[in-house]
């Protein structure tokens, strides 16, 4: 069946970049999303992915997909301590409508 | 702005009640999730929904029921609940296969 894995937690100081890292199972996987939940609140889209690209850019943020391996990254630059959060990665595909979610994993900032 | 609510951010239920947690939606979206958080489990899916009175389980359904009148609601149901579904729970739309999932604020449900 599908999953989504992602290490729980990383913890990384000020002004350095962090990269959250996640595999996946299901190689017909369509869009592969990053979703950002700060304490407190529902989870907001940041950024997402087709299956069919390497890389996207978006001011701060990159994600890279390596589709051969099922490994997708997010990468934050100039870490700040408003990126403290949970980031969940999360795949679906066109022969489903559910989406699935990794566990998470927690951004800490020290500074 | 989209807009996705939950009718209550905290509950404390006993055990044995029955539960009902309401979800609206007002972007005239198909799909309809509910999802359970957990610690280190992530977000689980319990039911979704791709059309009024259409419903498919996910992958914890067990003790969970969902009922879809209407396009915009969307309700989870405890029919007795009990301590092991004390949870935060996470209602979602989203308007097509693909596409991006707005999420509820979540409702903090303890059963005592």
């Known amino acids: 069946g599908e999953d989504v894995e992602q290490s729980l937690f990383l913890s990384v100081r000020e002004g350095d970049s962090s990269v959250i890292n996640c595999t996946y199972t299901d190689s017909s996987s369509t869009y592969l999303y990053w979703y950002k939940q700060e304490p407190g609140a529902g989870l907001q889209l940041l950024t997402y992915?087709?299956?069919?690209?390497d890389m996207k850019q978006d001011q701060r943020l990159t994600v890279l997909l390596n589709k051969k391996d099922k490994h997708l990254s997010l990468r934050i630059a100039d870490t700040q301590t408003g990126d403290s959060a949970i980031y969940f990665c999360?795949?679906?595909?066109?022969?489903?409508?559910?989406?699935?979610f990794g566990s998470g994993t927690r951004l800490s900032i020290r500074p | 702005d989209v807009k996705v609510t939950q009718s209550s951010r905290y509950l404390v239920k006993r055990t044995g009640e029955k539960v009902f947690l309401e979800c609206v939606q007002d972007?005239?979206?198909?799909?309809m999730f509910w999802y359970r958080q957990d610690p280190g489990l992530g977000l689980r899916l319990i039911y979704f929904s791709y059309d009024v009175k259409m419903k498919e389980k996910g992958d914890i359904p067990e003790g969970y029921s969902v009922s879809r009148e209407k396009k915009e609601r969307f309700s989870l149901i405890l029919e007795s609940a009990s301590t092991n579904q004390t949870s935060m729970y996470l209602c979602?739309?989203?308007?097509?296969?693909?596409?991006?999932?707005?999420f509820g604020q979540g409702t903090r449900l303890t059963v005592v």
């Open positions: 999360a795949e679906t595909h066109s022969s489903a409508s559910k989406i699935i």
């Open positions: 992915i087709f299956s069919n690209m």
């Open positions: 972007m005239d979206h198909e799909n």
């Open positions: 979602a739309s989203s308007s097509t296969v693909n596409t991006e999932a707005f």
